[in-house]
């Protein structure tokens, strides 16, 4: 069975530095995928960022970048430039790659709460 | 717009009653859609998978006969709590995939409703 882990309940960082959050998984699958998803005070679930597992070249999206280390399964977030905007609930999640293209479904961490300071 | 459509939103409904939560992609169709739970300031843990035409999957320690989920069309999900109880008091969300997606959003992650707080009282 596969396990996300998130290790830092909340964090805080003052608008517009840079703050690392971080990931880690348990897997024997050797294909999957893994996300970071953003869930602000309103509940609605925003997708971050998705990495590959079979890409070395970590994943990027403006201000968002991971740090993807397979053979650690290690998976941190880095938020550049942090915005007001950013403050919210912060999940890593794993999702088993199925090469007959059925869908699987995510696996969550238990989720950082960030808090951006102005 | 959202593209998959939550509602109600919020349900306060007496013990013993049933409730039924409706998902729906606006846009798109979703053969697939997964039902999750939300307790306060927790991740969300997976109740079951419901695949359109067929019986939905449940996880370990999910009441089947309790959490009703029917998957009707390719476009409409419900999961309908039947004898609520106050302990089923939670958020719960839906979630599907999109991939036909033109956004990173959508191409690349799974597309979640807005959600349901439902409390039972």
């Known amino acids: 069975a596969q396990t996300v882990t998130q290790s830092q309940p909340e964090m805080s960082v003052q608008e517009a530095e840079t703050v690392t959050l971080s990931c880690t998984y348990d897997t024997s699958e050797n294909n999957y995928y893994l996300f970071w998803y953003k869930q602000p005070p309103s509940r609605q679930m925003i997708l971050v960022i998705r990495?590959?597992?079979?890409?070395?070249q970590n994943a990027t999206e403006n201000r968002f970048s991971v740090n993807f280390q397979k053979a650690a399964k290690s998976f941190s977030l880095k938020i550049s430039d942090s915005q007001l905007g950013d403050t919210a609930m912060y999940f890593c999640?794993?999702?088993?790659?199925?090469?007959?293209?059925?869908?699987?479904?995510?696996?969550f961490g238990k989720g950082t709460k960030l808090s951006v300071k102005p | 717009g959202a593209v998959v459509s939550q509602h109600p939103s919020r349900v306060i409904c007496k013990s013993g009653t049933s409730v039924k939560i409706e998902c729906r992609s606006l846009?798109?169709?979703?053969?697939?859609m997964f039902w999750y739970r939300q307790f306060p300031k927790q991740s969300l843990m997976l109740m079951a998978t419901?695949?359109?035409?067929?019986?939905?999957?449940?996880e370990q320690g999910v009441e089947k006969d309790k959490f009703l989920i029917n998957h009707a069309s390719l476009t409409l999900s419900t999961l309908t709590v039947t004898s609520a109880h106050p302990e089923d008091s939670s958020f719960y969300i839906c979630s599907a995939r999109d991939p036909g997606g033109q956004t990173y959003q959508r191409l690349y992650g799974y597309t979640f409703g807005s959600g349901t707080r439902l409390t039972v009282v």
């Open positions: 990495q590959e597992a079979y890409k070395q």
């Open positions: 999640a794993f999702m088993k790659h199925d090469n007959g293209g059925s869908q699987g479904n995510l696996i």
């Open positions: 846009d798109f169709q979703a053969t697939t």
């Open positions: 419901s695949n359109e035409g067929s019986k939905a999957t449940y």
